[in-house]
């Protein structure tokens, strides 16, 4: 495994091992959600370097990167949590629901 790839894999254990103590706490929501969605991306960047030798180094237009890789279900995935971040981070209080399902994906 390439150097950077391993780097992405560290980044998403460390940030899954910050949040999963805080998803019980209803304050903790936004940042729950948050860390979710950051772990996601350094698991897709993993991913990607590990099976494509490259990877996107920003969320932006992301699922069109991975659409081009051939890994349209990965890119329907992230839309997903990005969706739930956006709603999470910049709408109302998010409900457990949501936190869950950012969790889950």
């Not at 209803?26 to 990877?55: D, L, M, P, Q």
Request: hydrophobic content about 40%.
């Amino acid at each position: 495994m390439n150097m950077l790839a391993e780097a992405h894999r560290q980044a998403a254990e460390d940030i899954e091992k910050t949040i999963l103590p805080l998803q019980t706490a209803s304050y903790a929501a936004r940042v729950v959600i948050e860390g979710a969605w950051g772990a996601a991306f350094h698991w897709i960047a993993f991913g990607c370097e590990t099976k494509h030798h490259n990877h996107q180094e920003s969320h932006a237009r992301l699922g069109t990167f991975l659409r081009r890789h051939g890994e349209g279900a990965v890119a329907e995935w992230w839309e997903d949590i990005d969706r739930i971040r956006q709603g999470g981070w910049y709408g109302g209080s998010p409900e457990p629901e949501r936190v869950q399902r950012a969790l889950d994906l």
